[in-house]
């Protein structure tokens, strides 16, 4: 088993920045492919952003690209998101996910946390 804890959500104006954080405990993780999911309200949740935790290329949903960055601290076992230049369409909750490499489907999931972008 892995959990998945999110933090650092809020409420913030159009343009502003976020810092998400994903602390995962429970199983060493070097195995593993952290990503980073939204759903807003009526929609279905969507891919955001992926990162292999052994190091690697990351992944963007093209409506991210060049405004958010995966990355992650071996260290605290922590994956964050930093979203900058937000939009009221980025609101929504963010959840944090893993998966092991050698699969497609995310096992593990974060309880989430809500990211409101005012305009």
Do not use: H
């Not at 489907?105 to 309880?111: H, P, V």
Request: net charge positive.
């Amino acid at each position: 088993q892995v959990q998945l804890v999110e933090s650092g959500g809020g409420l913030v104006q159009a343009g502003g920045s976020l810092r998400l954080s994903c602390t995962a405990s429970g199983r060493t993780l070097s195995r593993y492919i952290m990503g980073w999911f939204r759903q807003a309200p009526g929609k279905e949740r969507e891919f955001v952003a992926a990162l292999p935790w052994s190091g690697g290329s990351t992944y963007y949903a093209n409506s991210v690209k060049g405004r958010f960055t995966i990355s992650r601290d071996n260290a605290n076992n922590t994956v964050y998101l930093q979203m900058n230049s937000l939009k009221p369409e980025d609101t929504a909750v963010y959840y944090c996910a893993a998966r092991i490499i050698t699969t497609s489907k995310y096992d593990f999931w974060g309880q989430g946390t809500q990211v409101t972008v005012s305009s």
